[in-house]
């Protein structure tokens, strides 16, 4: 798996992480440009979903194998989707807070799926 697509993915959940709490603390729900954040973090995602199956389609193996890859990540493409539409349905400062915490469940999930893939090793 491409480290620096996993990297740019991990540190773009985590600003927009960031971003989303920091409008929360203002007492400010989700807003058009958190939306537009939402869908750039989960367009880095969507590229490395088809990465990950180009790579796979030419060989090569993640170390802790191809189910566990792909669960993980289908759960990285749908989790700020489903941060942001929770969050339209909570529209004070806690669907921020909503999107906030689901920005920092992908950037885990960026590292786990680095461990899958082989943690450098494989």
């Known amino acids: 798996m491409l480290v620096a697509l996993t990297v740019t993915t991990s540190v773009a959940a985590l600003l ?10 203002r007492d400010q729900p ?16 969507l590229v490395q979903l088809v990465v990950g199956i180009v790579l796979v389609a030419g060989g090569e ?9 792909f669960s993980y990540l289908v759960g990285a493409l749908a ?9 339209l349905s909570e529209r004070t400062r806690w669907g921020s807070v909503t999107v906030a915490a ?7 999930l960026q590292v786990r799926l680095h461990d899958i893939w082989g943690g450098g090793h494989g």
């Not at 193996?61 to 890859?69: K, M, Q, S, V």
Request: net charge negative; glycine share 10%; hydrophobic share 60%.
């Open 102 to 108: 689901g920005a920092v469940v992908l950037a885990v």
């Open 30 to 45: 989700t807003k058009d440009w958190h939306f537009i954040g939402m869908a750039v973090v989960t367009l880095l995602v």
């Open 61 to 69: 193996e993640p170390a802790e194998g191809r189910t566990l890859f």
């Open 16 to 25: 927009l992480a960031a971003w989303c709490g920091h409008a929360a603390y």
């Open 79 to 87: 989790c700020v989707p489903a941060a942001g539409l929770l969050s």
